[in-house]
């Protein structure tokens, strides 16, 4: 511990100077109490009068001699407490001072923190706005490539209802219109207005919201949406193959589950039309692993940058050309998956394109 030159620690309390004034009173207080003490006290407590006390010069010497005594006994400890006390004062209104400078500096951080966490409620409900916008925007682009694909599966039964049509006017005209023929292009008719109908609960149903969970089986869903995207990949030029076995169940919402496969079937269709392989293949597989129900959606499209590869499930995420995609297909599958549904969603390359994995 570093010293000064009189050996008194530097830093430390400086030596308190009693004032004289101050000694004084407290010998003259001193003094009274003394002399009260043996004038008034000892009588009291002996019940008699003492000879020499009735002596002023006795009692003056008397007194003169006890001083010393109650001043180390009474006063000097009395000093000492109000000395003390006062010191107590002091440090307790500089620790006040403090905890005010404390509270009016954690006042100002609350304020700051209120302010700043009322800005952040304000930007992630614009956030949450913008998501929502997007998000319908997404279901319109979906709507709109439903509609296309309604456009493909309907085209040829309508074709082929017109021709049937046809013929039985042109053998009613040529007189060779039969019941037999006339039954038969009846009941192929039929059967096409059938498939028709068909196709339109598979769209309604596709798109209505599932409001409670149910068991569903994975080879329907995957039956339906092939169903509705086979003829738009068909025009395309690209195979879409289904494997499937073990006949998988699932626990959750169907609808959304087949929203999640047909944006990666459409994803996958999207990287075959860019990198245009010599023969462009999508292959659906579901089966049963230890409990849970697996799918996986393969395509030949070459996979997917490694660079990218972590962010293709973030939301607004896209490689494709300004007005060609929204970013929010994947990251839709992403919260169907793993937040609706309790499951998981992984991409990964192969060794000619790109797998993406379901486990639910």
């Known amino acids: 511990m570093e010293l000064s030159a009189t050996g008194r620690e530097i830093g430390s309390e400086p030596p308190r100077v009693v004032s004289p004034i101050r000694l004084i009173v407290s010998l003259m207080v001193v003094l009274f109490l003394a002399e009260a003490l043996v004038m008034f006290v000892l009588p009291l407590i002996f019940h008699t009068s003492i000879a020499f006390v009735d002596n002023f010069a006795d009692s003056v010497l008397l007194v003169l001699i006890s001083a010393p005594f109650i001043w180390f006994w009474v006063a000097r400890p009395l000093h000492s407490s109000a000395r003390e006390v006062e ?96 039954d038969a292009n009846i009941s192929s008719a039929m059967g ?70 047909m944006n990666l079937i459409l994803n996958a269709k999207d990287a075959l039309q860019e990198r245009q392989p010599g023969d462009p293949r999508i292959v659906v597989r579901s089966w049963s692993e230890e409990g849970r129900a697996m799918v996986t959606i393969s395509d030949n499209g070459g996979g997917i940058n490694e660079e990218i590869m972590a962010k293709i499930f973030d939301p607004f995420f896209t490689t494709k050309a300004l007005g060609k995609g929204t970013g929010v297909g994947l990251f839709l599958a992403k919260t169907i998956i793993e937040k609706n549904m309790g499951g998981c969603i992984s991409v990964r390359n192969t060794a000619d394109g790109a797998e993406f994995r379901i486990e639910v």
Do not use: C
């Open 87 to 182: 010191r107590l004062n002091t440090a307790l209104a500089e620790r006040a001072a403090e905890l005010q400078q404390q509270n009016v500096q954690l006042q100002r951080t609350y304020a700051e923190l209120q302010t700043e966490t009322t800005a952040r409620q304000q930007a992630m409900e614009e956030l949450r706005e913008k998501q929502q916008l997007l998000i319908q925007q997404s279901r319109m682009a979906a709507m709109g490539e439903m509609l296309g694909n309604i456009a493909h599966q309907w085209r040829q039964p309508l074709n082929v209802v017109g021709v049937k049509v046809q013929e039985i006017g042109f053998s009613h005209r040529h007189g060779e219109l039969s019941k037999e023929l006339l």
């Open 192 to 261: 096409v207005l059938q498939h028709l109908s068909q196709t339109i609960t598979v769209f309604q149903n596709y798109n209505v919201p599932d409001k409670e969970k149910s068991l569903f089986k994975v080879e329907q869903v995957i039956a339906d949406t092939v169903q509705i995207l086979e003829e738009s990949l068909k025009n395309s030029g690209i195979s879409l193959e289904v494997e499937t076995g073990g006949e998988p169940q699932i626990n959750g919402y169907p609808n959304e589950f087949g929203q999640v496969l």
